[in-house]
């Protein structure tokens, strides 16, 4: 080293007796680029393991992992034989290109892995089918080429990025980000958990990649300056240390986590969207929240307090359920509806409701049922005749102040038990049952109901069965299971783990109702509210006790039809919601606690703990906060985008950085080039505009040079920067000489490689010692938005 | 441009101060305007020509207190073969510091005092017809001698301004036709008083332009000040100087800087600051083309005298104000505004970018900054 020091002094290079240590070390080759590509690999692999949850079983795992590995390994293998940054980086886009084409449009691709006319069609078709996917379904979706496609895409990007941080960024550090954001959208979805093995794993490959950047140290900052490696290695450690130690705590501190650690799966309420197009998947999660939210009040004449219904789900086709609007058979205004009771006017009992939506947001509107009409609302509204959901075309219920007028049959057991003509004055919809309903599902309704013989008391049959001790009232479980959603092949789930909530039950109810040839849908909304004890002065009917209702209260519940009667609610959801006192009497010896009219819940169920005198300050925050209401929710389209938008605000804020390394790593190519001394001073300047020194066109390099070294940047000139001082100093009098000089005929290829060695050590030192003078702020501002990229003279 | 005296056409443009080398008259001026030597004192290797060089610079400041500075100038313009103007308030030691350069090197020197009856034979010197012999023969004057020190030279006419400043455009003297070659090295060293200028004769602006560089010594500072009254008091200071180079030792410093390389970016940024003082709007009269070949060689002086064998900028910008602020005239704007030659001299430089040599810039590097703009 100090034979260096020497050389550097006198700043004549001469040929043959430099230290041939550094003159023959290259950093960045070997076994680097694959230890490096592995560790990158495995990380991301195991980030990805979390997505399982997201998308539901295994098989969308094996094309990712082809991806991860076929990328992280061919950029491996470019950078092995030392190409640019740039092309490592350009060649890991081909390869993904590739790879994605030989996996998906193997067939329409040239050659299996070019695009061609026809593979871009059909990208653009997984696209549409992942757009639908991402717009309609709720987690854990089925893994459809297009999701998987784009599973595969963005984690092919990230491995990529991942891969530019650690290497020709040199902040391997910082590509715990690039598994963080595989990460985020699990941990946002996912109901329960990012999981604990998947976090192990990104973490190794994380370690892998610190550990792997500091043994091989392709900065010249270690190769040059062993004093500085204890430093260095402990920075790196600290950073890396304080990226997982964030990742665990900072989720602690943020209000909207429900548990406390990061693998134990966090949900932030955050990209909750106004568009309700599925109510349905946004249940669970709504009923999962920590503090209720879109609370909505309503006043009534009614003697005990309505359920509130906003839209029903009718067709039990498909992977998801969700509410078919039939836009072509709405018809407008909401002055009258035709009501769809075939009970005679005095046979129902009119009820008034005033409902203030709040920030409640959602196109359909919540009404007792069956409305007559509704009055007082702003903006156009459409109603559908076969369901009576009103659903507006412009505008939603937020801050909507309505007052429904509605009739409720008074139905009785007696009733009910003799409308058992077969249906004829219903819509086959509502009728027709799946071909592919599952043979459990087929099994439960023929052993629930199939001894009855009177619809009535087939429904019965089915309801006390759901009532019944066999199953148990649980948001989680279907969650852990796997099961979490809608559709029959949840339901299969959900009859078999006999847990869940009320989707599943009323989706149960509703399908072996039709099983058994009673037309049913199910009718999403909220459950009887909880007394206010404030009463609102409605016109015409004097004062009424007011009710309060919010996220917490979203239900769902059947409702069957009897002929000659019309839809007959049903609660065959344990401990929520009220029992129809038609059900009452067949019930009650087998459930006592069924008829509890209250507003309180029974024990044991998360919601029933809230206060009901008065709503929560933390349920008004929520409403401040997220004024989306039961209508928000953990669908994948606000995630992905917002994993979308990280990466595009990454690469933003990184690409001054990209460009400012790419142009060092050129320049300290190793290839002997006369231009060497040239292109070193040119760096030596860049650093220096870097750390707010720019060189002036009308500067000398010895002014220059000078000014930097007076200006405390390198510290003070015999301290411990001084090699740096010196190094400023030799540098420019090597380029003055090669500037001005006399022209040196002999370039020879082993002294210019020892020349460029030596310069690159120099530059190390001089990066070294502006970086440790430096405050933070300048050093991040250096680093990130270095002066010398971002203007120019 | 052509003093009176002159008898042989010379093309203006060509420079003064050239190295010795047309000794057979007027007509063979040999290319020495463009500093190839002919065979002449080998040129010496660094490291003696920097102990020359230090033990000048030593001994002159140990005479000179606190104007180190201008010493080395002095040496400069002797090493670049230039002639000296020093220009200042009486006092400051302008005499002294000619006085104490020519001391140091063991060579012949003469002091002339102007006066307005100094003759040019005074100067040049005189053929007497001796009676004895029955011819003429030459007397030589008071430059005939290796440094000429010119005391005053504003005081003297025109006529004998024009005898001294023929002398150090040809370094020889041509009298009743018969021209006689100076020695080597050839140096004047002339003080000038910028006030007390009634009954003087300034040198006009084509004059001037023979001198290589002009210092203004300026106020030694405090401590320069008390350190003279202690030291001066006694004994001149001059008695104490020996010489400690030979002439022949100056010859071949002279040689070693007219060996220091210039590269093209280096001449290319000489004519653009040429450029661009003809093209100042604070400026009457910009460089010529002759100050800017005086520059380059006071630059390579410079350069040599740093220890280097080419030149970078620094050297250009180190001289560029004594090389030319005495040949500049200020616009009438300028100069009433209280601005000086020196103070727009240094505008120009602070704007002028400097040059990069273009072979050495890549052409294909990412990102490589060309300053030559």
Not at chain 1, 80 to 102: D, E, K, M, Q, Y
Not at chain 1, 433 to 445: G, S
Request: hydrophobic share 40%.
């Amino acid at each position: 080293m100090s034979a260096l020091l020497d050389r550097a002094t006198t700043g004549r290079n001469t040929p043959g007796q430099g230290p041939q240590d550094t003159g023959t070390k290259k950093p960045g080759m070997g076994v680097q680029p694959w230890l490096m590509a592995f560790g990158i690999a495995v990380g991301v692999a195991g980030a990805a393991l979390s997505l399982n949850g997201v998308l539901r079983g295994w098989a969308w795992y094996p094309p990712l992992l082809t991806v991860v590995a076929g990328v992280s390994f061919s950029v491996a293998a470019l950078r092995s034989v030392r190409a640019r940054p740039v092309l490592v980086t350009g060649g890991g886009f081909v390869v993904l290109i590739a790879i994605t084409n030989l996996i998906f449009f193997r067939s329409s691709s040239l050659l299996g892995i070019f695009p061609s006319a026809q593979s871009m069609d059909a990208v653009g078709e997984a696209l549409r089918r992942a757009n639908e996917t991402v717009i309609s379904e709720s987690v854990p979706v089925a893994p459809n080429a297009g999701i998987v496609l784009v599973c595969c895409v963005a984690v092919g990007v990230l491995v990529i990025l991942i891969d530019a941080l650690a290497v020709p960024l040199a902040m391997p550090a910082t590509s715990g980000l690039g598994f963080l954001a595989i990460m985020v959208a699990p941990a946002l979805l996912k109901p329960q958990s990012v999981g604990a093995p998947g976090f192990l794993t990104a973490a190794a490959g994380f370690l892998i990649i610190l550990g792997c950047s500091h043994w091989f140290a392709p900065d010249a900052r270690l190769a040059a300056d062993s004093t500085r490696n204890p430093g260095q290695a402990r920075r790196a450690l600290v950073t890396g240390g304080a990226v997982l130690a964030a990742s665990l705590i900072v989720p602690l501190a943020i209000p909207g986590f429900t548990q406390g650690t990061f693998p134990q799966g966090s949900r932030l309420n955050t990209w909750g969207t106004a568009d309700g197009l599925n109510p349905m998947i946004s249940l669970g999660n709504s009923l999962r929240a920590p503090t209720g939210s879109g609370r909505i009040s309503y006043a009534t004449n009614a003697t005990n307090p309505p359920y509130l219904r906003s839209v029903t789900v009718d067709t039990f086709s498909g992977e998801s359920w969700g509410p078919d609007d039939r836009e072509g058979s709405r018809r407008p205004g909401t002055d009258r509806f035709d009501n769809d009771s075939s009970l005679a006017p005095d046979a129902q009992v009119r009820q008034v409701t005033a409902v203030s939506a709040g920030n409640f947001t959602s196109p359909y509107l919540p009404a007792p049922y069956s409305p007559d009409s509704v009055s007082g609302l702003t903006g156009q509204w459409t109603w559908d005749p076969l369901t009576l959901s009103i659903k507006g075309t412009d505008t939603s219920t937020r801050g909507q102040q309505y007052t429904v007028e509605s009739s409720t049959p008074v139905l009785s057991a007696e009733l009910l038990a003799r409308a058992s003509a077969p249906p004829t004055g219903i819509s086959g919809i509502f009728s027709a049952t799946p071909l592919d309903v599952p043979d459990i599902v087929r099994t439960t309704a023929q052993s629930v109901a199939g001894a009855e013989q009177n619809p009535y008391d087939k429904a019965l049959a089915i309801q006390r069965y759901l009532r019944s001790g066999q199953f148990t009232y649980s948001l989680d479980s279907p969650a852990q299971g796997g099961y979490d959603g809608n559709g029959l092949s949840v339901l299969a789930d959900f009859l078999t783990q006999k847990s869940g909530y009320c989707v599943h039950f009323s989706s149960a109810m509703a399908v072996m109702a039709r099983l058994e040839g009673i037309p049913s849908r199910i009718a999403v909304g909220y459950a009887p509210g909880r007394l206010t004890g404030n009463t609102v002065a409605v016109d015409g009917e004097g004062e009424l006790t007011e009710y309060e209702v919010d996220s917490r209260d979203a239900h769902a519940w059947p409702e069957l039809y009897f002929e000659g009667i019309g839809w007959v609610p049903f609660e065959p959801t344990p401990s929520r919601g009220v029992v129809p006192d038609y059900t009452i009497d067949a019930l009650s010896s087998l459930n006592p606690n069924s008829d509890d009219q209250a507003p309180d819940l029974a024990p044991g169920n998360p919601e029933a703990t809230v206060p009901t005198a008065t709503p929560t300050p933390s349920a008004e925050a929520g409403v401040g906060v997220d004024s989306s209401g039961t209508a928000s929710g953990f669908r994948l389209a606000p995630a992905l985008l917002a994993v979308a938008m990280l990466l595009v605000v990454l690469a933003v804020l990184g690409t001054p950085r990209l460009i400012r390394s790419s142009r060092r790593l050129r320049r300290e190519r190793p290839t002997p080039s006369p231009t060497a001394v040239p292109l070193a001073w040119d760096e030596l300047q860049d650093l220096g505009a870097d750390y707010g020194l720019p060189s002036l066109p009308s500067e000398t390099p010895r002014n220059y040079s000078q000014r930097l070294r007076d200006s405390g940047l390198l510290g003070e000139p015999a301290g411990v920067d001084n090699a740096a001082h010196i190094a400023v100093a030799t540098l420019a009098a090597d380029f003055e000489r090669t500037a001005y000089g006399r022209p040196v005929e002999n370039t020879s290829a082993v002294r210019g490689d020892l020349m460029v060695d030596d310069l690159v050590v120099r530059l190390g030192r001089v990066r070294a010692s502006l970086a440790g003078n430096a405050g933070r702020i300048q050093h991040f501002r250096s680093q990130w938005l270095p002066q010398s990229v971002l203007r120019r003279h | 441009m052509d003093s009176p005296a002159r008898t042989a056409a010379e093309s203006p443009a060509l420079p003064s101060g050239a190295p010795s080398g047309g000794r057979n008259g007027n007509g063979d001026t040999h290319g020495s305007a463009y500093g190839i030597r002919e065979p002449g004192p080998p040129a010496m290797d660094r490291d003696s020509f920097q102990a020359a060089s230090n033990s000048i610079l030593g001994a002159i400041n140990t005479v000179i207190d606190g104007k180190p500075e201008a010493a080395r100038l002095a040496l400069t313009v002797l090493l670049a073969q230039g002639h000296l103007l020093l220009e200042d308030v009486p006092g400051v030691g302008k005499t002294l510091l000619a006085k104490t350069l020519a001391r140091t090197i063991d060579c012949t020197v003469s002091r002339i005092q102007f006066t307005p009856d100094l003759l040019p034979s005074d100067v040049t010197g005189v053929s007497i017809f001796d009676q004895s012999t029955r011819a003429f023969e030459f007397r030589p004057g008071a430059v005939f001698a290796n440094i000429v020190i010119g005391d005053e030279i504003n005081r003297a006419s025109a006529k004998t301004q024009s005898a001294l400043l023929e002398s150090m455009e040809e370094h020889q003297v041509t009298v009743d036709g018969t021209s006689y070659h100076l020695d080597e090295p050839f140096m004047v060293v002339a003080t000038q008083n910028p006030i007390e200028m009634e009954g003087t004769y300034p040198l006009p602006e084509a004059q001037r332009d023979r001198f290589m560089a002009r210092i203004s010594m300026g106020y030694p500072d405090r401590a320069a000040e008390m350190e003279m009254l202690e030291t001066h008091q006694a004994i001149s200071p001059l008695t104490r100087i020996t010489p400690v180079v030979s002439a022949a030792q100056v010859a071949a410093m002279v040689a070693t800087v007219a060996d220091v390389y210039v590269s093209t970016a280096i001449k290319e940024y000489t004519v653009s600051l040429g450029r661009a003082t003809r093209e100042s709007p604070a400026l009457r009269l910009g460089a010529s083309p002759r100050s800017l070949l005086q520059l380059l060689r006071a630059a390579k002086a410079t350069a040599a005298l740093d220890g280097r064998d080419y030149v970078v900028p620094d050297d250009v910008m180190t001289v560029t104000e004594a090389v030319l602020a005495h040949r500049i005239i200020l616009d009438r704007r300028a100069a009433s505004s209280g601005e000086n030659a020196a103070d727009i001299l240094r505008g120009i430089l602070e704007h002028l970018p400097v040059p990069r040599d273009p072979a050495a810039t890549s052409p294909r590097g990412f990102g490589a900054r060309t300053r030559n703009s």
